[in-house]
């Protein structure tokens, strides 16, 4: 999915086959806070599968609020680290100029060059 906000092909359907069995396994919680804020969890409380929904409902929450496809795997095959693209453009392909986009660059240029 990382990849796919990065500009890569979209997931297959099969790439998804353990989120949706995670969001099968476990329940969502709703809570009323004493302010009247509605939250929303996961249960039972323990369980690695009920951390693996509460990370569904933070990509649920970033996809409401648009913030999701801002967070990208890196364009380096070689790193492939996610990161939050705080880019004016929105249009941020490395981890870091420095070392991945760098890397790439200049390995581009070479390519060109020969
Ligand atoms: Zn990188």
Known sequence: MLVAN???PQPMPG???AMQAVARASRF???VGPGGQVSLGAEPAGRVETGLLALLL???DAQ???TW???KACGNPDCRWAFYDRSHSRAG???DMATCGNRIKNRRLRQRQR
């Open 69 to 71: 496809q801002r967070l």
């Open 29 to 31: 919680a709703p809570h």
């Open 6 to 8: 990065g500009g890569g």
């Open 93 to 95: 392909a490395w981890c």
């Open 15 to 17: 790439n998804l086959r």
């Open 64 to 66: 409401r609020e648009g």
């Open 58 to 60: 933070v990509i649920r």
